[in-house]
């Protein structure tokens, strides 16, 4: 038997605002909203299992070579103040165990888990002012009551009526090859999902291991396995072989133009990629400067494209836009350079064709290179999974959200990246219609919205969201205030 949430104070007819998840998404909403409203304007209740708020998958880690792959500079809360994370590393003092942060040319590419105590210090001051609830219990269902609320019923037995929602929950786990899942469950130095804390503790000092997926996340376990004295062999592979590329620190301005016109096709965004480069080049620019103009005109040429194209893009075309995107650290970028040049690190482009586990824990594994290259088998003592978020299965991952899509209020989006959300971001349901109270905050919603994996994205997106909360809001204050008068 469920037992119902108080009011908390709030005046009668305060509208409340559910948000499922307080990462970074969740958290950027609530922080937002609540600095929108007056007081006293709505109730924003934060259902977070997690003692802070802000932190979630990618910033609540204790593993110290865990960094944030762009400079502080780039990093904040605040769109209007780009420098309020790197102030306030500063004046927190947050630095003074982390020597390497600071690049030789002053860049800081600080922890993560300094981000998160960052995010964590800006809602702090609201939640102690009851402006933001945070309520330490996971979701585990949520329906539409008859009268027209949303239900929010939670873990430890309570339940909130809602009138709005806002969807911010984490990625799904990743999804490891079936080969790998029906040979090695169970292996005591398989890791499934890096995400688990103490996920690589089994893994020995000499231990041959082999990396399933060659982005961000192999970049952290392999600089993660490396500061614990890992010397063994590692062996990092993926169908393309493509592994996270590095910063050009050096100041230049994005280069080029991929929004005016924007180009109808998967096949035609990349001939303009490809002779944006070929132009940087002969201007004596760096291929960065040409992806970071396409990352932010990125929202205005994925909507320009038909669903087709998209699914183009993502088939064909995201695994390098991921690794020129979605760059490492200069300190992990350094372990790695290290590690290939003494021949202890290895990256391939192959698929996995077959499985095998010895007795004595020893596992064989059969690759099929690409390009018809000739089959190699090694072996290896430790399996790690890192080929990210499985987001196509993202309405299977929670109880919840299976619920939600049984119900018909949630169905995936037709790119297969996440959530299906309208031009303002709100669930569209089995039927085609928009649930008007019903918002997905964070990358769930870039099949509709484009790239919402980078941080200043997000923020955005978070800020977007929160601002038609607001405004939904208000007309519904003043349509009452309005009928009251009559």
């Not at 609201?126 to 939670?154: C, F, N, Q, Y």
Request: proline share 7%.
């Amino acid at each position: 038997m469920t037992r119902p949430l108080r009011n908390a104070g709030a005046a009668p007819g305060t509208p409340v605002v559910a948000i499922v998840g307080g990462g970074y998404s969740g958290a950027a909403c609530a922080y937002h909203l609540a600095l929108r409203l007056p007081a006293g304007g709505a109730r924003i209740v934060v259902f977070e299992p997690r003692a802070v708020l802000g932190g979630g998958l990618a910033y609540d880690t204790d593993e110290p070579v865990h960094r944030i792959n762009v400079p502080a500079s780039r990093m904040t809360l605040v769109p209007e103040d780009g420098d309020h994370f790197q102030r306030w590393l500063l004046q927190s003092g947050a630095l003074a165990d982390d020597p390497e942060a600071t690049t030789s040319d002053g860049h800081v590419f600080a922890r993560r888990s300094a981000f998160g105590r960052y995010v964590s210090a800006q809602l702090r001051p609201l939640v102690e002012s009851g402006a933001i609830e945070h309520r330490r219990s996971p979701v585990r269902a949520v329906s539409k009551t008859p009268s027209g609320p949303w239900r929010i019923e939670a873990e430890d037995g309570s339940a909130l009526a809602a009138d709005l929602v806002v969807l911010a929950t984490t990625h799904p786990g990743p999804q490891a090859p079936a080969a790998l899942q029906r040979a090695l469950s169970g292996h005591i130095r398989y890791v499934p999902d890096t995400t688990v804390p103490g996920a690589l503790s089994a893994i020995g000092v000499d231990d041959r291991v082999l990396v399933v997926g060659t982005g961000l996340t192999a970049a952290d376990v392999i600089a993660a396995l490396d500061a614990g004295g890992h010397r063994g062999r590692i062996t990092a592979v993926s169908r393309r072989g493509l592994r996270s590329r590095g910063h050009n620190l050096a100041p230049q301005d994005p280069f080029g133009e991929f929004a005016d016109p924007p180009a109808r096709s998967a096949r035609a965004l990349l001939r303009r990629v490809r002779r944006s480069l070929a132009e940087a080049e002969a201007e004596g620019r760096t291929w960065h400067a040409v992806f970071d103009r396409l990352r932010g005109q990125g929202g205005d040429v994925w909507r320009a494209l038909l669903v087709a194209e998209r699914r183009r893009i993502v088939r064909f075309l995201r695994p390098y836009w991921d690794v020129h995107r979605f760059r490492i650290a200069p300190q992990v970028e350094a372990v790695i350079e290290r590690r290939m040049a003494a021949g202890t690190l290895a990256f391939h482009a192959a698929a996995i064709a077959g499985v095998a586990r010895a007795p004595d824990g020893t596992v064989t594994v059969d690759f099929r290179p690409r390009h018809g290259r000739e089959p190699f088998r090694e072996q290896f003592d430790g399996v790690v999974v890192t080929t990210g978020p499985g987001h196509a299965s993202i309405l299977s991952s929670q109880p919840f959200l299976a619920g939600l899509a049984r119900a018909g209020v949630l169905q995936p989006d037709a790119v297969g990246l996440g959530i299906a959300v309208d031009g303002k971001s709100r669930a569209i349901a089995a039927d085609g219609r928009a649930e008007d109270t019903f918002y997905i905050a964070g990358p769930l919603a870039r099949g509709t919205f484009g790239e919402l994996m980078g941080l200043p994205q997000v923020t955005d997106h978070a800020v977007f969201v929160a601002e038609l909360i607001g405004q939904q809001i208000e007309a519904e204050a003043g349509s009452r205030v309005g009928g009251a008068t009559r």
